[in-house]
């Protein structure tokens, strides 16, 4: 049989009573068959020992406030709302395949000069809103491969051009060497302007590499008219064009944005 042995301390001094509670019932305490010393409601239960399913009803109907800022691998359909406008400026790993070079807003403006970022596969100008000083002016782009000191590289530009008139598209073509002429027509009231996107790379054609400009342009001013362009220049030398040029034929841009951006 096994016994029971209550045992003082012989450092302490204190008396333990060990006090019945008010009942007519018979108990019985089971001790467990192990070494442990006994808990209380000021005993601290480690992690490693919880186990089991806490019932729903031991939970509060609204869970306390908590911070989440120790929370992982939270399962994203479990994100739900709308979350806060948080800064990005300490992302990383974005990838960084198109970026804002420059702005350039025109008031007035005789020459707008780009320079070409050729860390970039390509460089995008961006025309939005582009009115003239001057009504039936076209818009010309030369390109210099001197980093400025002379625009004097030779283009060649093949434009098509499709204009809206009477009820019908008509389609107007022509090719341009020197100073590529690049949108022709153009009007002066505020509220025609001319839209476009003009993307810059090089390519290989007859076994050599060759500077390239694709155009899409679009212009609601003396005529609705589409504009779609290849421009290609420099064939005697085909190191990449450095800067740009862009300016009206006979006056400068009133107004409108130019946006220059590298890719790749």
């Not at 990005?88 to 350039?104: K, R």
């Not at 001197?146 to 009477?166: H, K």
């Not at 054609?205 to 003396?222: D, S, T």
Request: proline share 4%; aromatic share 6%.
């Amino acid at each position: 049989m096994a016994k029971v042995k209550i045992q003082g301390n012989a450092s302490g001094t204190g008396v333990l009573t060990v006090t019945a509670p008010n009942t007519s019932t018979d108990r019985t305490i089971t001790l467990p068959d192990t070494t442990g010393t006994l808990l209380d409601e000021n005993s601290s239960v480690p992690a490693a020992n919880l186990t089991g399913t806490i019932a729903d009803a031991r939970f509060p109907a609204t869970l306390p406030a908590a911070s989440a800022a120790n929370l992982t691998a939270i399962p994203a359909a479990n994100v739900t709302g709308t979350l806060p406008a948080i800064s990005g400026a300490n992302l990383t790993n974005i990838p960084s395949n198109f970026t804002l070079l420059s702005t350039t807003t025109c008031s007035n403006t005789n020459d707008i000069d780009i320079t070409l970022n050729t860390s970039y596969t390509e460089n995008i100008l961006r025309f939005s809103g582009i009115v003239m000083q001057n009504n039936n002016d076209t818009l010309r782009m030369s390109m210099s491969d001197d980093n400025g000191a002379s625009y004097d590289v030779r283009g060649y530009c093949q434009l098509n051009r499709f204009t809206y008139d009477s009820g019908s598209w008509t389609e107007f073509s022509y090719t341009a060497p020197g100073a590529v002429t690049f949108a022709t027509d153009l009007a002066s009231a505020s509220h025609q302007s001319y839209e476009a996107e003009m993307t810059f790379g090089q390519s290989i054609a007859n076994n050599a590499q060759r500077n390239f400009c694709r155009l899409i342009g679009h212009q609601h001013g003396n005529n609705l008219a589409f504009n779609l362009a290849t421009l290609m220049w420099n064939e005697a030398n085909p190191a990449a064009i450095i800067k740009l040029r862009i300016n009206g034929n006979a006056g400068g841009i009133a107004s409108g944005t130019i946006k220059h951006y590298g890719v790749g």
